[in-house]
């Protein structure tokens, strides 16, 4: 080995690794409040729409769009912020991302017509879609496998308690009078909050980046020009880089199905998230005749469910996970260990909808179709946990790839779901809606199952380097 070659050393505390266990839990909360904070925008304006089409004079169908442009931004933004963050690190792509995203907040309060409202939600999407792509990145930055599962159990709930609050705080907004754009100025003081703690509080964490700042300091030291970083010897262009993240994924999709199945499940579920800000306007707005206030109360048993997931995965999945990581030791545990909670969540989602479906009868009580959120967002949060920590472990090098298929490919799905769930919902009524989301939830709930029994044979036939324990 080159002896300038500059490398992290064992115990290295230039190695993210070894930064203290306080630092790097600090820093996945910052984190996961960033992520927090692109969810949140996502969905804010849902409690203000019908103020929205009163004042712009626009259809329900466009005021579904205020809400999917910026989830199809959430899909457009990897292929750009990917890149570049692997050039230029995590820490420059948040602090030049956050003034932009920032920047179209107030556009959209200010914005005097609907092209200019959509334009700056799209805008909005992309922009804020560098905290998607960073964040997770930062999370594998700073944790390795063993800790990566605790780690994520926090940060996974963060996508889907945003957009579940936001309709919370937007409905009462509105039954205070406050005026639209008001929704706008709220997003924009939280996402100033955001890029505070970015710049204050939010290191650079990619490897190669804190290698090349480690040789440069060693070349100024000694006056030797040839300490050098891997990464200073493997430069590729950004617009390579652009080419093989825009590629790469979908080239995986078609050629591993077991990562088709696993995107078209997270997908279809992560869908019906931004699905239910439609559809619950529908059951408890007009059904129940609630205020938009009260109606977004109805989303808060999703978030508190997704909390309890987060707890349960602490203190009974990962400890059986530990067992087999001490078992299998110095190796590391099949991929499989990691569905463990997947098998569970893909019973409970199909109970969760239909039992919305069937009890979001106007003569039934609130309470019960309200509380079919609990199941629903607990389900979600334990079948992210377990798909996402496979994915990484059976794909390894080629896990950003993956991960990249499933951020798109899910954002198409948030972002399509929403624009027919009125006629659906119109046209089936919200019993026959939700049962039709319930039997696609059936028909995809054996994916956790098969791939844990034939996971290991399956990963032998792919044509990607994956983990093949």
Not at 51 to 59: G, K, V
Not at 333 to 350: F, G, M, T
Not at 392 to 421: E, K, M, N
Request: hydrophobic residues 50%; proline residues 7%.
């Amino acid at each position: 080995m080159d002896r300038f070659l500059v490398l992290f050393e064992e115990n290295d505390p230039e190695n993210p690794f070894n930064w203290s266990g306080t630092r790097r839990w600090f820093i996945s909360a910052v984190a996961a409040f960033l992520i927090f904070n692109a969810t949140f925008a996502s969905s804010l304006p849902a409690g203000v729409l019908q103020q929205m089409e009163t004042h712009f004079n626009f259809s329900g169908e466009v005021g579904a769009l205020v809400l999917s442009l910026f989830v199809l931004g959430f899909a457009v933004g990897p292929i750009l912020w990917g890149p570049l963050s692997e050039h230029y690190g995590r820490r420059p792509i948040s602090l030049y991302s956050f003034p932009l995203f920032i920047g179209t907040q107030i556009g959209c309060a200010l914005s005097p017509n609907t092209a200019s409202i959509l334009i700056f939600r799209f805008l909005g999407g992309v922009f804020s879609a560098a905290s998607l792509t960073n964040s997770g990145g930062i999370m594998s930055d700073i944790f390795d496998g063993s800790a990566r599962g605790r780690a994520l159990a926090g940060f996974t709930l963060a996508p889907f308690a945003g957009p579940s609050m936001a309709p919370l705080v937007s409905g009462w907004m509105n039954v205070a009078g406050v005026s639209w754009r008001w929704v706008f100025w709220l997003q924009t003081i939280v996402a100033g909050a955001a890029l505070i703690l970015v710049v204050f509080a939010l290191p650079e964490t990619f490897k190669p980046i804190l290698l090349v700042r480690k040789a440069e300091r060693r070349r100024k030291q000694t006056g030797d020009g040839r300490w050098w970083a891997p990464l200073e010897k493997q430069r590729v262009s950004f617009l390579r880089r652009v080419k093989d993240i825009v590629t790469r994924p979908f080239q995986m999709l078609v050629g591993e199905p077991m990562l088709l199945a696993i995107t078209l499940y997270m997908s279809f579920v992560y869908g019906v998230i931004y699905l239910l800000f439609e559809a619950y306007p529908i059951v408890f707005t007009i059904g129940h005749h609630f205020n938009s206030g009260v109606s977004g109360l109805m989303f808060l048993p999703i978030p508190i469910g997704g909390t309890v997931a987060c707890v349960l995965y602490v203190v009974y999945f990962d400890p059986i996970y530990q067992v087999a990581v001490k078992e299998h030791h110095p190796h590391h545990p099949p991929p499989e260990h990691r569905l463990h909670n997947s098998l569970y969540a893909s019973l409970i989602l199909p109970i969760a909808f239909f039992w919305f479906a069937w009890t979001s009868y106007p003569s039934v009580s609130f309470w019960a179709p309200m509380m079919a959120g609990f199941p629903l967002g607990m389900g979600t949060v334990l079948l992210y946990l377990g798909l996402f920590n496979y994915i990484i472990d059976t794909y390894l090098a080629s896990a950003a790839s993956a991960l990249a298929a499933t951020v798109i490919v899910r954002s198409f799905f948030g972002a399509g779901f929403p624009l027919f769930a009125n006629q659906m919902y119109d046209k089936l009524s919200p019993r026959w809606a939700s049962t039709l989301l319930a039997f696609i939830s059936v028909v995809m709930a054996p994916i956790p199952f098969v791939l844990r029994k034939y996971g290991p044979a399956l990963r032998r036939r792919s044509r990607t380097r994956i983990n093949d324990v």
